[in-house]
């Protein structure tokens, strides 16, 4: 298995694969002032296993598009929609963030929780932008810095890791800069960091490495998810994620 089929073999038994909350989710879609729109037109990109795909789509008068790379996570997500009443709204489609096979203001809404990184936030909501009609609606989680510094260390990591990790106000400025007017924003509180996210990867990681013989691949990976949460453990007021909510205006 690649490093890349490791991480979806083993997050494709999450409920989620990145820190978040349903109460999130829907605190952002309220923000939106969307309550009362009918027929929403939404695309949720890097939808993973669907955390937040099933809270739109029971919350929202909509049809959603989730998108992923990758086909398991899909499978598991289609799996979760047949058991839910408004799960009928939700089509998944296999495809690359970085080149969607929308036309151009198709949506009313697009949705990315803990994803756009992957393309860099910067590049995602500019090449995001045409798929939404005038005055349509982007909300994203992107892991940002909520403090005006940090130690060395923390930011050494995250410059290697992700060099577009920066504060929540030249992210915001990122968004007017290619169109955006912002809404809102606000940050996660830290558990959905441990309680949604960390804590059930730890405790799965035992089954997983017995499953996969303990190959030292997997402790390689397992070591790797522990790095990360200790990182987090250490570190975990100087950076969340936060949640950005912008208008399309132009
Ligand atoms: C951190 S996870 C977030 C998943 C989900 N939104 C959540 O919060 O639980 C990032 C997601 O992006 C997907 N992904 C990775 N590369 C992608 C790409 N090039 N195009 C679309 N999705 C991608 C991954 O498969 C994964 O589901």
């Known amino acids: 298995m690649t490093e890349l089929e490791r991480l979806v073999d083993f997050h494709k038994h999450g409920e989620r694969q990145g820190p978040g909350s349903a109460a999130q989710t829907l605190k952002a879609l309220n923000l939106l002032g969307v309550a009362d729109t009918r027929g929403l037109n939404v695309a949720d990109i890097g939808c993973g296993t669907g955390a937040q795909t099933m809270v739109l789509a029971e919350n929202a008068d909509c049809r959603i598009t989730a998108v992923d790379l990758f086909p398991e996570f899909l499978e598991r997500l289609r799996d979760r929609a047949m058991l839910k009443a408004r799960g009928e ?10 080149s969607l096979p929308f036309d151009d203001e198709t949506f009313d809404l697009i949705w990315s929780e803990g994803a756009v990184y992957i393309m860099g936030f910067e590049e995602g909501i500019r090449d995001w932008k045409r798929y939404l009609k005038p005055g349509g609606y982007l909300v994203v989680s992107e ?3 909520i403090t005006p510094s940090r130690p060395k260390e923390l930011e050494d990591y995250w410059m290697n890791a992700y060099p577009q990790m920066d504060s929540i106000s ?7 800069k290619h169109g955006y007017s912002p809404v809102a924003h606000f940050i996660l509180p830290e558990y959905c960091w441990t309680e949604n996210y960390y804590n059930p ?7 997983y490495l017995a499953e996969q013989e303990n190959s030292a691949e997997v402790r390689a990976f397992a070591e790797s998810e522990r790095e990360e949460i200790d990182l987090y453990n250490r570190y975990k007021e100087y950076y969340s994620y936060v949640f950005y909510l912008a208008r399309k205006t132009s």
């Open 89 to 98: 709204g939700i089509t998944t489609l296999e495809a690359s963030m970085d």
């Open 143 to 145: 892991i940002s810095w």
């Open 170 to 176: 030249r992210k915001i400025s990122l968004l007017e």
């Open 201 to 207: 990867i730890l405790s799965r990681i035992p089954g």
